[in-house]
């Protein structure tokens, strides 16, 4: 009785297995000719185009899309279309991708080869030079390679990286001499494509280092498609080149251990001196907030609007990431920074480079750097 009671039970479960079965090869083999259709599309409509990510459209997280495309597919700057009119081939430069279509075709100007991911002209750790700094005029001469603005870029191969170096500055003039001469050296042996910004601030009143970086960052992206900043103080030189001035997958805290902490990191979540954000991790936390006039609390602030975002602080070891400060005296600290600090949560989504106001008194395309002279003004909280 038992046995005639469970047969028909097991015969409907074995037919569901192999209904199921079943329907599981039938879709298998429609995403099989589905995946073959789209290959064969593929191959008549061209390479794939890549949909460059605007401000704000997050996915997860996502490195720089540059960062993955092969350089040879978006530096447009070295591209040329060519066009035939008339059976004459006409070269004209473009600034801006060209859709090939037609008679119409894009060309590589030269055959580069993308850089390699180690540089090979590293030296490790080497003297920087603090003593018989030259003058400004002479040093233009030392830099030959470079455009004006400070802007450089390898000859022999293609950048895998677009960097710009922002310097928020003020009334250290032998103190920017000593810092240009050392970090021309220091990037041209990492092969990376960059920009130098000394952003100095006008008047008298505290300085404000964490707005001047928002003005720099909006600066250097009117002027080049940077992927992402160094923020760099001036008095800071890089001891080892093997400390790679290149953009973060995770914010990068660059000044690890510095002789005059005797090489060591003061705290965990320190984020000052020299750090490096991509555009894309730097717009995320909405830049530096505006409100921190005076020593301190600027760079802590961001590291808590690093953590609200999930990003977490990376290091190169500290044997590597090695810098020599240069003496300087102390900016009068800011009374109000542990009041902000404690409010950066709050306050993040309207205080930083969406809310970036100021005047912009000067800018000159000097040979060593982009100079940009700023007057700030102060912004409520």
Known sequence: MASYLTSPMMGRSYLTVRALVLIVTLLVVVEYFSLLQSAENADKHGPVVFRMLEPGDRVGYSRHVLQVVDPILYRTDRMV?????????????????????????????????????IPP????????????????????????GLELGGRWSPKDCLAKHKVAIIVPYRDREPHLRAFLLNIHRFLQRQQVEYGIYIVEQSGTQPFNRAMLMNVG???????????????????????????????????RHMSVSIDSFLYRLPYDDIFGGVSAMTVDQFRAVNGFSNLFWGWGGEDDDMANRLRVKKLFISRYPANIARYKMLKHGKEKANPERFKYLYSGAKRMARDGYNSLKYRKVDLMLKKLYTWVLVDLPHLKP
């Not at 004209?92 to 859709?99: A, I, L």
């Not at 002209?121 to 002479?138: A, K």
């Not at 002027?223 to 900043?229: A, D």
């Open 81 to 117: 279309m060519v066009k035939v009119v008339s059976n004459r081939k006409v070269t004209m430069t473009t600034q801006t991708p060209v859709q090939s279509s037609g008679n119409v075709s894009l060309v590589p100007s030269s055959d580069l080869q993308q850089c390699s991911m």
């Open 121 to 144: 002209n590293l030296h490790g750790r080497f003297p920087v030079t603090v003593n018989d700094i030259p003058s400004m005029d002479d040093m233009s001469s030392m830099f030959p």
């Open 217 to 251: 960052a909006a600066e250097a992206l009117k002027q080049h498609e940077y992927q992402c900043f160094i923020f760099h103080d001036v008095d800071l030189l890089p001891e080892d080149d093997r400390n790679l001035y290149t953009c973060p997958i995770q914010p």
